[in-house]
């Protein structure tokens, strides 16, 4: 995929869809402290993880994403590990799962989220914090042998430039995208476009928009073109957050063919260079998304399913 110049009017990459989606409804609890880490202790746990990455493989995907989102220092440092023997085997599970799903012609991405809660830009910690664990997780992904990263679900443009920097100093490519609110603003506050100015100066080759609703996620995506003439990503979230769930996955706002059609109207207005899905996406979106942008008769198989 080219990721310099306009694309518009290319047939985008297709990307998966929730990973923590896929495991809750496989019956996996993904709650704090761990969230969806902790599928990646034992194995009959890890095999979850596979069938989640190799059912959005069989639908379409071309890009899977390692189930690293909450394997970073801060989430690992706080729960029942043994200290001892370390946290990077937990990075390396969870690339060695996505690879065993992907086998050796699908790309693997490492998932860098915020190091502390993606819907909380208040808790971003401070900037020699941010870079420790940013770096050991840019160098475990790397020597995990990642294709790339997407840091995602950025909330404010100091963790977003942080995160890029450590990734590309890792010798890795960032695919960075951020959580918008209203008015194509981060959490934080802070205009997407100047998100977007700031990591594009550091050298990410990718910006988008993920874990944001589709009503947001459309205005996001074309205030950055404004200001981006590069490759762009959209990984809307499709959950229906106006009320809870106590136990399992929240209920679906946005069906496939719902997201395919605003995701395909994305594209057609501002061009994008990768789609997917975020919380609340499932192998059918992924589906949705393939029979949309590219021949259905064509998907990827998912080596090991």
């Known amino acids: 995929m080219s990721t310099s110049g306009r694309i518009h009017g290319t047939r985008p990459t297709l990307l998966d869809g929730g990973v923590s989606t896929g495991l809750e409804n496989e019956g996996e609890p993904v709650i704090a402290p761990w969230w969806s880490a902790k599928s990646l202790l034992a194995g009959p746990r890890r095999e979850l993880v596979r069938r989640v990455h190799a059912a959005h493989l069989h639908a379409g995907a071309e890009i899977v994403a390692a189930n690293t989102f909450r394997c970073n220092l801060r989430t690992l440092r706080g729960v029942d590990l043994d200290p001892g023997s370390g946290y990077a085997w ?12 992907a086998g050796p012609r699908t790309r693997v991405a490492g998932s860098v989220g915020p190091a502390a809660d993606a819907y909380r830009p208040d808790l971003v910690p401070e900037d020699d914090e941010l870079r420790e664990e940013h770096r050991w997780l840019a160098v475990e992904l790397s020597r995990a042998g990642v294709d790339l990263v997407l840091v995602e679900t950025m909330n404010t443009v100091r963790e977003a430039a942080i995160a890029t920097e450590e990734v590309l100093a890792a010798g890795l490519d960032p695919w960075v995208s951020f959580v918008c609110g209203d008015d194509s603003r981060l959490l934080s506050g802070e205009p997407v476009a100047a998100a977007g100015r700031a990591v594009a100066a550091l050298g990410a080759t990718v910006l988008g928009v993920n874990c944001t609703a589709p009503a947001r996620t459309g205005p996001a995506l074309r205030t950055l073109r404004e200001v981006h003439d590069g490759a762009l990503l959209a990984q809307p979230n499709v959950e229906d957050r106006t009320g809870t769930c106590a136990d399992g996955p929240l209920p679906v706002a946005v069906g496939p063919e719902e997201l395919a059609d605003a995701v395909a109207d994305w ?7 990768a789609v997917g899905g975020c919380c609340g996406s499932t192998a059918e979106h992924v589906a ?8 259905s008769r064509h998907h990827p198989a998912a080596a090991g399913a």
């Open 90 to 101: 937990m990075v390396h599970a969870g690339v060695g799962v996505a690879r065993r799903a």
């Open 267 to 273: 594209h057609d207005e501002v061009g994008l260079a």
């Open 288 to 295: 949705a998304l393939a029979a949309r942008f590219t021949d």
